[in-house]
Protein backbone atom coordinates (compact mmCIF):
# COMPACT_ATOMS: atom_id res chain seq x y z
CA UNK A 1 0.00 0.00 0.00
CA UNK A 2 1.08 3.21 -0.89
CA UNK A 3 0.63 6.43 1.09
CA UNK A 4 1.15 9.81 0.04
CA UNK A 5 1.25 13.01 1.94
CA UNK A 6 0.15 16.26 0.78
CA UNK A 7 1.14 19.21 1.93
CA UNK A 8 -0.59 22.43 1.54
CA UNK A 9 0.50 25.50 1.88
CA UNK A 10 0.98 27.69 4.76
CA UNK A 11 -1.65 30.88 4.11
CA UNK A 12 -0.27 34.24 5.05
CA UNK A 13 -2.34 36.69 7.13
CA UNK A 14 -3.93 39.29 4.95
CA UNK A 15 -2.95 42.77 5.06
CA UNK A 16 -4.79 45.40 7.03
CA UNK A 17 -7.05 47.90 4.47
CA UNK A 18 -5.03 50.69 5.40
CA UNK A 19 -1.40 49.06 4.24
CA UNK A 20 -3.09 47.47 1.36
CA UNK A 21 -4.67 51.50 0.18
CA UNK A 22 -1.40 52.80 0.64
CA UNK A 23 0.91 49.63 -1.20
CA UNK A 24 -1.72 50.60 -3.92
CA UNK A 25 -1.48 53.89 -4.55
CA UNK A 26 2.33 54.16 -3.98
CA UNK A 27 2.37 52.06 -6.87
CA UNK A 28 0.08 53.73 -8.89
CA UNK A 29 2.51 56.90 -8.32
CA UNK A 30 5.65 55.06 -9.07
CA UNK A 31 4.48 54.15 -12.50
CA UNK A 32 3.13 57.77 -13.40
CA UNK A 33 6.46 59.01 -12.25
CA UNK A 34 8.18 56.03 -14.08
CA UNK A 35 6.37 57.30 -17.06
CA UNK A 36 7.74 60.82 -17.00
CA UNK A 37 11.16 60.04 -16.34
CA UNK A 38 10.99 57.87 -19.51
CA UNK A 39 8.98 60.87 -21.51
CA UNK A 40 11.88 63.60 -20.32
CA UNK A 41 14.48 61.47 -21.40
CA UNK A 42 13.32 60.81 -24.59
CA UNK A 43 12.37 64.44 -25.41
CA UNK A 44 16.31 65.42 -23.86
CA UNK A 45 18.22 63.06 -26.31
CA UNK A 46 15.96 63.80 -29.56
CA UNK A 47 16.90 67.86 -28.42
CA UNK A 48 20.66 67.15 -28.44
CA UNK A 49 20.76 65.23 -31.62
CA UNK A 50 18.99 67.90 -33.60
CA UNK A 51 21.46 70.73 -32.05
CA UNK A 52 24.22 71.80 -34.42
CA UNK A 53 27.91 71.94 -33.09
CA UNK A 54 29.16 75.73 -33.17
CA UNK A 55 32.18 76.88 -34.16
CA UNK A 56 34.47 78.61 -30.79
CA UNK A 57 36.10 81.59 -31.88
CA UNK A 58 39.28 82.55 -29.65
CA UNK A 59 38.37 85.13 -27.04
CA UNK A 60 40.64 88.34 -26.41
CA UNK A 61 40.91 90.48 -23.19
CA UNK A 62 41.66 93.92 -23.43
CA UNK A 63 43.30 95.80 -20.51
CA UNK A 64 43.88 99.72 -19.82
CA UNK A 65 45.46 101.26 -16.59
CA UNK A 66 43.96 104.23 -15.82
CA UNK A 67 45.29 106.32 -12.62
CA UNK A 68 42.36 108.31 -10.53
CA UNK A 69 43.64 111.43 -8.77
CA UNK A 70 43.74 111.07 -5.09
CA UNK A 71 40.19 111.40 -3.37
CA UNK A 72 40.06 115.16 -1.63
CA UNK A 73 38.81 114.57 1.91
CA UNK A 74 36.94 117.27 3.37
CA UNK A 75 38.11 118.66 6.71
CA UNK A 76 35.91 117.84 9.35
CA UNK A 77 32.84 120.52 10.84
CA UNK A 78 33.57 122.61 13.38
CA UNK A 79 32.30 121.29 16.75
CA UNK A 80 29.32 123.36 17.86
CA UNK A 81 29.24 124.67 21.67
CA UNK A 82 26.15 123.20 23.19
CA UNK A 83 23.60 125.37 24.08
CA UNK A 84 23.20 126.36 28.00
CA UNK A 85 20.38 128.10 29.62
CA UNK A 86 21.12 131.00 31.46
CA UNK A 87 21.12 130.88 35.03
CA UNK A 88 17.55 132.07 36.62
CA UNK A 89 17.79 135.77 38.01
CA UNK A 90 17.30 135.58 41.87
CA UNK A 91 15.63 138.39 42.70
CA UNK A 92 17.26 139.77 45.55
CA UNK A 93 14.94 140.01 48.52
CA UNK A 94 15.52 141.97 51.97
CA UNK A 95 15.48 139.86 54.50
CA UNK A 96 11.75 140.10 55.50
CA UNK A 97 9.50 137.79 57.74
CA UNK A 98 6.90 136.55 55.96
CA UNK A 99 3.42 138.01 56.89
CA UNK A 100 1.76 136.54 59.17
CA UNK A 101 -1.78 134.81 58.22
CA UNK A 102 -4.73 135.62 60.70
CA UNK A 103 -6.87 132.47 59.81
CA UNK A 104 -9.52 133.66 61.80
CA UNK A 105 -9.58 137.05 60.41
CA UNK A 106 -9.77 134.77 57.23
CA UNK A 107 -12.89 132.81 58.69
CA UNK A 108 -15.07 135.68 60.18
CA UNK A 109 -14.58 137.23 56.38
CA UNK A 110 -15.58 134.28 54.71
CA UNK A 111 -18.77 134.07 56.97
CA UNK A 112 -19.11 136.95 56.80
CA UNK A 113 -19.52 136.96 52.74
CA UNK A 114 -21.68 133.72 53.36
CA UNK A 115 -23.86 135.99 55.51
CA UNK A 116 -24.04 138.46 52.78
CA UNK A 117 -24.87 136.31 49.94
CA UNK A 118 -27.22 134.43 52.05
CA UNK A 119 -29.36 137.84 52.25
CA UNK A 120 -29.01 138.69 49.13
CA UNK A 121 -30.97 135.37 48.43
CA UNK A 122 -33.38 136.07 51.05
CA UNK A 123 -33.89 139.79 49.59
CA UNK A 124 -34.04 137.98 45.98
CA UNK A 125 -36.50 135.53 47.30
CA UNK A 126 -38.70 137.72 48.96
CA UNK A 127 -38.77 140.44 46.14
CA UNK A 128 -40.28 137.65 43.87
CA UNK A 129 -42.64 136.09 46.47
CA UNK A 130 -43.86 139.59 46.91
CA UNK A 131 -44.05 140.36 42.89
CA UNK A 132 -45.93 136.75 42.58
CA UNK A 133 -48.55 138.15 44.99
CA UNK A 134 -49.23 141.08 43.30
CA UNK A 135 -49.57 139.35 40.51
CA UNK A 136 -52.10 137.03 41.90
CA UNK A 137 -53.44 140.35 43.58
CA UNK A 138 -54.19 141.64 40.08
CA UNK A 139 -55.58 139.10 38.32
CA UNK A 140 -57.77 138.58 41.47
CA UNK A 141 -59.02 141.76 40.73
CA UNK A 142 -59.29 141.67 37.58
CA UNK A 143 -61.44 138.80 38.02
CA UNK A 144 -63.51 140.19 40.61
CA UNK A 145 -64.13 143.46 37.97
CA UNK A 146 -65.27 141.07 35.41
CA UNK A 147 -67.57 139.34 37.11
CA UNK A 148 -69.01 142.44 38.94
CA UNK A 149 -69.18 143.96 35.26
CA UNK A 150 -70.78 140.25 34.54
CA UNK A 151 -73.30 140.96 37.02
CA UNK A 152 -74.27 144.34 36.20
CA UNK A 153 -74.67 143.42 32.56
CA UNK A 154 -77.25 140.16 34.02
CA UNK A 155 -78.92 142.74 36.06
CA UNK A 156 -79.25 145.55 33.15
CA UNK A 157 -80.41 142.55 30.88
CA UNK A 158 -83.08 141.03 33.96
CA UNK A 159 -83.87 144.48 34.30
CA UNK A 160 -85.10 145.21 30.55
CA UNK A 161 -86.39 141.80 30.57
CA UNK A 162 -88.90 142.83 33.10
CA UNK A 163 -89.49 146.38 31.82
CA UNK A 164 -89.79 144.43 28.18
CA UNK A 165 -92.46 141.89 29.84
CA UNK A 166 -94.36 145.78 32.40
CA UNK A 167 -94.45 147.51 28.94
CA UNK A 168 -95.74 144.53 27.37
CA UNK A 169 -98.11 143.66 30.35
CA UNK A 170 -99.35 147.24 30.04
CA UNK A 171 -100.22 147.20 26.59
CA UNK A 172 -102.07 143.98 27.14
CA UNK A 173 -103.97 145.02 29.69
CA UNK A 174 -105.09 148.61 27.56
CA UNK A 175 -105.82 146.22 24.74
CA UNK A 176 -108.01 144.53 26.89
CA UNK A 177 -109.82 147.37 28.22
CA UNK A 178 -109.86 148.70 24.72
CA UNK A 179 -111.38 145.56 23.54
CA UNK A 180 -113.48 145.09 26.64
CA UNK A 181 -114.66 149.16 25.32
CA UNK A 182 -115.04 148.18 22.42
CA UNK A 183 -117.50 145.32 23.24
CA UNK A 184 -119.28 147.30 25.63
CA UNK A 185 -122.87 147.63 24.03
CA UNK A 186 -123.97 151.65 24.41
CA UNK A 187 -127.52 150.12 24.72
CA UNK A 188 -129.03 146.64 25.16
CA UNK A 189 -132.79 145.79 25.68
CA UNK A 190 -133.62 142.29 26.62
CA UNK A 191 -136.05 140.88 24.39
CA UNK A 192 -139.85 140.30 25.38
CA UNK A 193 -141.02 136.53 26.45
CA UNK A 194 -143.08 135.15 24.18
CA UNK A 195 -146.65 134.26 25.04
CA UNK A 196 -146.59 130.73 23.91
CA UNK A 197 -143.45 130.24 25.69
CA UNK A 198 -144.31 131.60 28.56
CA UNK A 199 -147.89 129.79 28.30
CA UNK A 200 -146.55 126.05 28.06
CA UNK A 201 -143.84 126.98 30.53
CA UNK A 202 -140.61 126.86 28.54
CA UNK A 203 -137.78 128.05 29.54
CA UNK A 204 -134.10 127.64 27.34
CA UNK A 205 -130.95 130.06 25.81
CA UNK A 206 -130.34 131.41 22.59
CA UNK A 207 -127.31 132.69 21.26
CA UNK A 208 -127.05 135.30 18.08
CA UNK A 209 -124.02 135.80 16.40
CA UNK A 210 -123.77 139.12 14.61
CA UNK A 211 -120.80 141.82 12.95
CA UNK A 212 -121.06 145.37 14.37
CA UNK A 213 -120.04 147.96 11.79
CA UNK A 214 -117.60 150.75 12.38
CA UNK A 215 -121.07 152.94 13.10
CA UNK A 216 -121.35 150.65 16.46
CA UNK A 217 -124.71 149.00 14.76
CA UNK A 218 -125.37 145.15 14.50
CA UNK A 219 -125.67 143.63 11.05
CA UNK A 220 -126.31 140.13 9.66
CA UNK A 221 -127.33 138.58 13.04
CA UNK A 222 -127.69 134.90 13.10
CA UNK A 223 -128.92 132.16 15.52
CA UNK A 224 -126.43 129.47 15.95
CA UNK A 225 -126.22 126.44 18.46
CA UNK A 226 -129.30 124.83 19.90
CA UNK A 227 -132.09 127.20 20.21
CA UNK A 228 -135.89 126.75 20.49
CA UNK A 229 -138.06 127.55 17.72
CA UNK A 230 -140.33 130.12 19.76
CA UNK A 231 -136.91 132.22 21.19
CA UNK A 232 -135.35 132.75 17.42
CA UNK A 233 -137.68 135.49 16.46
CA UNK A 234 -137.59 138.07 19.71
CA UNK A 235 -133.68 137.06 19.84
CA UNK A 236 -132.90 138.46 16.65
CA UNK A 237 -134.96 141.31 17.13
CA UNK A 238 -133.47 142.18 20.37
CA UNK A 239 -129.78 142.13 18.81
CA UNK A 240 -130.66 144.41 15.96
CA UNK A 241 -131.45 146.98 18.57
CA UNK A 242 -127.98 146.94 20.21
CA UNK A 243 -125.64 149.56 20.40
CA UNK A 244 -122.17 149.34 20.21
CA UNK A 245 -118.98 151.43 20.76
CA UNK A 246 -116.94 151.22 17.71
CA UNK A 247 -113.16 150.08 17.65
CA UNK A 248 -110.48 152.09 16.93
CA UNK A 249 -107.29 151.08 14.92
CA UNK A 250 -105.10 153.97 14.78
CA UNK A 251 -107.92 156.76 15.34
CA UNK A 252 -109.75 154.87 12.47
CA UNK A 253 -113.13 152.99 13.74
CA UNK A 254 -113.24 149.31 11.48
CA UNK A 255 -116.37 146.86 11.67
CA UNK A 256 -116.10 143.76 14.21
CA UNK A 257 -116.74 140.34 12.80
CA UNK A 258 -118.14 137.39 15.37
CA UNK A 259 -119.60 139.14 17.89
CA UNK A 260 -121.74 137.12 19.99
CA UNK A 261 -124.57 137.41 22.46
CA UNK A 262 -126.34 134.74 24.64
CA UNK A 263 -129.95 135.22 25.61
CA UNK A 264 -131.34 133.75 28.96
CA UNK A 265 -135.30 133.12 28.86
CA UNK A 266 -136.18 132.05 32.42
CA UNK A 267 -139.95 132.30 34.29
CA UNK A 268 -139.95 133.90 37.82
Known amino acids: MTSMLLSQPRQLAPLPPVLHEWLRRGSAAGLAVGL ?5 ALLLAGWQA ?3 PVAQQPRTLA ?3 V ?3 PPTVAPPPAPVPAFEPPAPEIPQTSEVPPPVVDRAALARQR ?5 QQAQQRREQQQHLEQKRLEQE ?3 QQQAQAAEQARLEQQQALQREQQAAAAAAAERERQAQALASRQYLPISKEAPDYPDRALERGIEGDCTVRYRVNA ?4 EEPQVVGDCHPLFVRPSLSAARTFRYQPRLIDGRAVPVEDVRNTFHYRIE
Request: hydrophobic share 45%; aromatic share 4%.
Open 50 to 52: EQA
Open 63 to 65: MQL
Open 36 to 40: HAAAF
Open 67 to 69: QLP
Open 111 to 115: VEQER
Open 137 to 139: RLL
Open 215 to 218: SGRV
